[in-house]
């Protein structure tokens, strides 16, 4: 397992060192490493202090999720949180997303697939949000339709913009849809009793067999809809629907003024605070597309996209972007070993625990 993990941190590496190369060979070495040389990185601290804000709202948030399940202290959800979105940053595959219930699982005997489902609601207020504000942004930013950034086998676009958000979309769309079947009785139960019909399909065997059917598969499956339900419980708390939505609102407002501090000190990078707005949520659309860990690569490409749309230079765009880039995500990964070294879960361990956790 051990082997596993140093090969899937070498990709990880290995594929954001290409990404970077990708997004940034059109760029001359020297004159970014001219324009790098000329950040005031003072702005660093409060840029990276509203980060690390950022993701303790993100706790909060997560904390008000879980109460249905399990009421979590604001370090209980801390720490995994910042343990999985340090393991997004450093591996691939996204595994963060479920090391985090895993390690809820563990530490306060929270079921996985409720710590799973508390999960996705949480990208269902992110998804939600980020679409928003892209028609919003739609509205008062025109987009070059011939303005366009090939990234490897993606072309950085205003079409591809909208199919990203066509996807997200129809995502969010996924996400509610399987939020109110799994949380609403009736449909639940309907779920339940065809599940345990499922022996019944085996009317040639013996009823033993059918019996380790039902005990092994479809008592486990109900069970899985139940805690997937505690999970999604706060559908029934309008109150606790609209705290998570105010607090969505200052997440992305704090990453957004993040962005608007740190290029106080970048030379050549004034924009507005709508502007810079605009330049995250494009980023961010960008970055839903498979890529290298930490997003690093497309990151910068749909930061010089964005940027340009606002009349920012190539150089000075793809240095504000790389810098801005490691200010967002550095402060996550050191935050999250400082919260391993708290809590004691070894990111080895965590990353191995996933996998048993989903079975449990």
Known sequence: MMKNIAYSLSVGIALSGVALYLAFRNVPVAQLAQYLLSINYFWILPSGLLVLLSFALRA????????????????????PMMIGFMINCILPG?????ARPAILQKRDRVPFSSGIATVAAERVFDIALLVILFVLMSAF????????IEFGRYRLDHKTLVSVGNGMLQLMGLFIAGIALISFQKTRSMMNRFV??????????????KTRIETKVCLVINGIFENLASGFSLIKHPKRIALCVALSVCIWGLSAVSFSVFAIGCPGIHLSFFEMGAVLVIVCFFIALPSAPGFW???EAGGIFAM???GVFKNEAAGFTLANHAIQVFPVIIAGLVSSAITGVKVMEAVRGEGKAAKD
């Open 60 to 79: 909060v948030r997560w904390r008000i999720i879980l109460y249905s399940v399990r009421k979590v202290s604001f370090w209980g959800a801390f720490h």
């Open 94 to 98: 996204r595994l963060g997303e479920v």
């Open 141 to 148: 930013v025109q987009i070059d339709p011939n303005l366009s």
């Open 196 to 209: 345990m019909k499922i022996p019944s399909l085996f009317f040639f065997t013996t009823p033993s067999f």
């Open 297 to 299: 690569g497309l990151w």
């Open 308 to 310: 340009s749309l606002f």
